[in-house]
């Protein structure tokens, strides 16, 4: 077979402009014609592309077969939304069924669609399924709650009726919970009919609520509508009460996400209070809202992230106010389970060890420190390394890929799209979103190489994010990129490349929402102004187009934000995030952590803006990883990230 060479200009290709010479890619049997065309194929895609992601009302059938035909591509869920809003009685069933194989409905429509199609495809009980998930949803329209009451209504129990209503009364559709009062069970019915009169406030609601009051403890909904009706009657304390007291339910609540923002809300307020005990006591009931056999991080994001909120509220409660490490380790172990991301599992662990170790179980820390290390790139497992007297470990070199595998990578339509695309926004939504793709470690090998031959940093940095944010490690030389000009030398070195791979991800042509331009993500007003401190003509375009300019630029900010601040590298990160007027906020309100009074990850975590706070573990994160790469200083043993957080003789 003979091999020919599609040749892409790596102008196209590299959002970094880390290689300034054409890049080969071998596309094995390929004719021009062949060639041609695939090309013609992709360009017509990402126009449309362009057009469906920005339509508001693209009929069912286009976005539908183009969700089909490019699942990975750019805003892929967007448009999905869409199409599934778009959903009529017209939509044919083939194509129906097949946008749903796999991926299930996100609303009542869809599922209403779905069972109608199953049903005149023949397929009884998938159509029943469908239905019954149609019927639990609280967006029904009125044309489909009509749909499935006569098409479906035969089948339907009367524990559908009764999840029904205790769904909408989760969100306060009491009409619609009223209209099928009738279908439910009679308990049930008694339960509906005190939780309305609760919400309604109504004049007898007491009263209808000591019909059932024996169910408090087992039906998490009466109990959210009877604290919801004491926090709306003034009688806080009441609600509290109930909230916090322990409780078993055989009714667990329809709308998880609902119930916990309940409880976040109650569980804050009190501890705004100074009720310490009433906060840990509320933030507490984690664990019985889930069904039994649920895993909690397959649940849906807004259910993750209170849990994870209550969880640490809980946790730190217990060990700052409380004084009781030992439950709050335990705490902190169920944080670490709350999400998908590397980062919320490492950050859990490290502080369940720490917890443990201040309980003086030195075993369990030791143990729970070694789960957090695990993922060396990453803030806490860092800290914990320290723990363990341990070094981060260099990132290895990525092993060598087969030319067949990098060729069947480089012709993935999205690949193709991203050499395509002469528009630098769009070439960085696509570099996202074929790292997101990536589902196994052998396709973030081969992914990790393409980007290297190609001069794409940024994918390669992206392919280790997206692998993180989806709790799976990829520690590989690949995602840390080396500017080729600009950095600063000996140690700044590696604070320029830390923030440059948070900032933009060595991707040049960012430009964020905020209008930060290029490396290092500088405001133009900022720029010029560092340019004037350093003696440096301004160029608003080399902001973007000079990438050695921008980083010189970057670094001297950052070196006179620490001059600023004494040297300390944790307040100057802060600043350049979230500026110097809030820092300086947060230190006379949360202490000066310059100081050995307080700690100063500790501090970090009391960051009211949740970006800043992130950024400001990120930044130091990939410090100390450039640290191990940096060609100008010695290695510092077991404390790198310590190091940049100004407490060396205190590791981790």
């Given amino acids: 077979m003979t091999t020919r060479l599609l040749l892409i200009p790596s102008l196209l290709l590299s959002g970094a402009a880390i290689s300034s010479s054409p890049v080969q890619m071998a596309v094995a049997g390929a004719t021009s014609a062949e060639l041609q065309s695939a090309r013609d194929t992709v360009d017509a895609s990402i126009a449309e592309w362009r057009e469906l992601k920005d339509e508001r009302n693209p009929t069912f059938s286009r976005a539908a077969q183009f969700a089909i035909a490019h699942p990975d591509w750019p805003n892929i869920g967007s448009i999905r939304a ?21 991926t299930p409905p996100r609303n009542g429509r869809g599922w209403t669609a779905l069972a109608l199609a199953q049903e005149r495809q023949g397929r009884t009980n998938a159509a029943t399924e469908a239905a019954r998930n149609a019927w639990l949803s609280d967006d029904l329209s009125d044309e489909d709650i009509a749909t499935i009451r006569s098409r479906f209504g035969s089948r339907l129990t009367a524990l559908d009726h009764d999840r029904r209503i205790d769904a909408l009364l989760f969100v306060r559709e009491r009409e619609k919970a009223e209209d099928i009062l009738s279908l439910a069970s009679p308990g049930e019915r008694q339960v509906a009919e005190a939780r309305l009169a609760l919400q309604r406030r109504d004049s007898n609601a007491d009263v209808l609520f000591a019909r059932v009051a024996d169910r408090i403890d087992d039906h998490a909904g009466l109990l959210m509508d009877r604290a919801r009706y004491f ?11 109930l909230l916090a007291r322990d409780h078993d339910f055989t009714t667990r609540p329809t709308n998880v996400d609902k119930w916990y923002e309940m409880l976040l809300l109650a569980a804050e307020g009190a501890s705004d209070r100074g009720a310490h005990v009433t906060a840990y006591n509320i933030a507490r009931q984690l664990d019985d809202a889930l069904p039994d056999g649920a895993v909690l991080a397959n649940q849906a994001y807004g259910v993750r992230d209170k849990y994870t909120s209550l969880a640490w509220l809980a946790g730190t409660t217990a060990r700052e106010r409380l004084g009781d490490a030992a439950a709050a380790s335990r705490l902190f172990e169920s944080y670490s389970t709350g999400g998908r991301s590397l980062q919320v599992r490492s950050k ?5 060890g720490r917890s443990a170790q201040e309980a003086g179980n030195v075993q369990r820390a030791n143990a729970l420190y070694a789960s957090a290390a695990e993922t060396p790139e990453l803030f806490y497992s860092q800290l914990a390394l320290e723990r363990l007297g341990r070094d981060i470990p260099v990132p290895p070199a990525l092993p060598e890929q087969t030319a067949a595998a990098r060729n069947a990578f480089a012709s993935k339509p999205i690949v193709v799209a991203l050499s395509r695309l002469g528009d630098p926004d769009d070439r960085a939504v696509f570099v996202r979103a074929i790292a997101t793709s990536l ?14 031959r190609a001069g794409r940093a940024d994918l390669g940095v992206w392919i280790a994010r997206a692998a993180r944010n989806d709790g799976t490690a990829f520690y590989y030389r690949s995602a840390w990129p080396v500017h080729p000009r600009g950095a600063p030398g000996g140690d700044p070195w590696s604070i320029a490349h830390g923030i440059t791979r948070q900032e933009s991800s060595f991707d040049n042509f960012a430009v964020s929402h905020a209008n930060a331009h290029g490396m290092m993500q500088l405001l133009p007003a900022t ?14 375009s080399c902001l973007r187009t000079d990438p050695a300019y921008n980083v010189r630029l970057g670094s001297g900010y950052f070196a006179w934000l620490s001059d600023y601040y004494d040297g300390n590298k944790v307040l100057a990160a802060a600043a350049y995030n979230g500026g110097m007027g809030n820092v300086n906020r947060w230190i006379r309100n949360n202490g000066d952590p310059r100081t050995s009074r307080v700690d100063t990850v500790e501090w970090i975590e009391k960051i009211p803006f949740m970006e800043t706070r992130g950024y400001v573990q ?13 060609p100008y200083v010695p290695a510092y043993g077991a404390v790198h990230v310590s190091r940049h957080l100004g407490k060396t003789n205190r590791p981790g």
């Fill in 231 to 241: 926090r709306a009657s003034g009688q806080e304390s009441a609600s509290e009460s």
């Fill in 618 to 630: 990120r930044v130091l994160e990939n410090a100390a990883v450039y640290d191990r790469l940096n």
């Fill in 348 to 352: 859990g662990l490290y502080w369940a």
């Fill in 527 to 540: 720029a010029r102004e560092q340019a004037r401190r350093m003696g440096l003509e301004y160029c608003y």
């Fill in 82 to 102: 869409r199409a599934e809003e778009a959903l009529n009685a017209f939509a044919p069933d083939p194509l129906v069924l097949e946008f749903f194989d796999g």
């Fill in 439 to 452: 589902e196994t470690e052998q396709e973030r090998l081969i992914a990790s190489d393409y980007a290297l």
